[in-house]
């Protein structure tokens, strides 16, 4: 049997219509909870929600950096389910692929817009309608570029730097009610991160001394363990998850 261990909760899960977003929800909702699944896309969030029980699920389409769709998807929230418990933030995008000395700096700021102020944003809105005063715990889905440079990808992995950090700094502020934690991966399987690995997965995957490339349970699979009331001792911690690439060329 699956142990509920999110019985009576209630998640707002941003990019939720796909990928790691829709994973972390889905683990959400088979371990007793209930969620709130953000996107951009109606659609895609019909299809998403398709996939779980209606009791269980909400879907409110939307841009991640705009006030109102924040403010209209937390009052939904907690009309439908009575609180808001977790928020993960996980929306992202990455509009500039290159040098960043060549870099359009309207996709940087996009960039950084989405990353980074869109999920402070986000933490106010739950903040001020329920965390305050009621507790929580929030998630934010970094990634390893933002914890060392990486080719082509400098303004997506300096924003996640800065998740990284606003995660540790969000950690002291919101304490003792609320905790705030990240996971990092590496390259995980979806359509978001297909640039990093299509047809060339098998040499992608070498060098992982695990054999593979994540897929989106994975981090799901971590989120719960931080957002788990048992994790009630944990706060402004980063998890990576790399399937132990970080460990040096010497582990593969």
């Known amino acids: 049997m ?12 941003t990019g939720a219509s796909r990928g790691i977003g829709l994973a972390i929800a889905t683990d959400i909702v088979a371990h007793g909870g209930r969620v709130c699944l953000t996107a951009r896309k109606q659609d895609e969030l019909d299809a998403a929600l398709a996939e779980l029980p209606g009791d269980a699920a909400i ?11 924040r403010e209209d998807a937390v009052r939904r929230t907690i009309d439908a389910f009575g609180s808001l418990d977790i928020l993960v933030n996980n929306a992202a995008t990455n ?5 960043l000395v060549d870099a359009d700096l309207a996709a940087v700021e996009k960039i950084l ?3 980074y102020v869109a999920p402070i944003g986000w933490v106010q809105a739950v903040w001020h309608a329920w965390m305050a005063e009621h507790g929580g715990t929030i998630l934010n889905v970094a990634s390893v570029g ?3 440079p990486a080719p082509l990808i400098g303004a997506y992995g300096g924003s996640k730097a800065a998740l990284i950090h606003l995660t540790a700094q969000l950690a002291v502020e919101l304490a003792p009610r609320v905790r705030v934690n990240a996971v990092a991966p590496a390259v995980v399987k979806t359509t978001f991160a297909r640039a990093l690995y299509e047809d060339r997965e098998a040499e992608v995957a070498a060098g992982y001394p695990l054999g593979r490339l994540g897929v989106p349970q994975d981090v799901a699979h971590a989120a719960r363990a931080f957002l788990a009331p048992g994790a ?21």
């Not at 699956?2 to 899960?13: H, K, M, N, P, R």
């Open 2 to 13: 699956t142990a509920e261990v999110f019985a009576g909760l209630t998640a707002i899960v």
């Open 59 to 69: 879907a409110v389409a939307g841009n991640t950096s705009d006030a109102t769709h």
């Open 95 to 99: 509009v500039q692929y290159g040098a």
């Open 113 to 115: 817009a989405v990353n």
């Open 146 to 148: 933002g914890l060392q």
């Open 232 to 252: 009630g001792w944990i706060t402004g911690q980063t998890l990576v998850l790399d399937g132990g690439a970080s460990l040096g060329p010497g582990s593969r």
